[in-house]
């Protein structure tokens, strides 16, 4: 497979409110991705650890919730990419 994993980050007020309190970011990713695939990209492009990802399929494609180690904050890699 080639070409990148993570096709956006979402940027809702839901996910918004679990970025500061859960500590998580919300991806779309590429519809063949698998949790390994998406956990590897996360970790490489972001320089972060993630503790676990649930992956969902919507009407707009496939989304990847993706909860980060706590010595890590999702707010501030949204801020870094442009999220918030």
Request: charged share 40%; no cysteine; hydrophobic share 40%.
């Amino acid at each position: 497979m080639k070409g990148d994993i993570i096709i956006s980050p979402l940027s809702t007020e839901k996910t918004a409110l679990m970025a500061e309190k859960e500590n998580k970011l919300t991806l779309m990713v590429r519809r063949d991705a698998n949790r390994e695939m998406i956990k590897k990209e996360v970790e490489e492009r972001f320089g972060v650890k993630v503790e676990g990802i649930n992956v969902m399929i919507t009407k707009k494609g496939k989304k990847a919730i993706v909860k980060l180690a706590k010595e890590y904050s999702a707010e501030e890699i949204a801020e870094r990419i442009g999220v918030f």
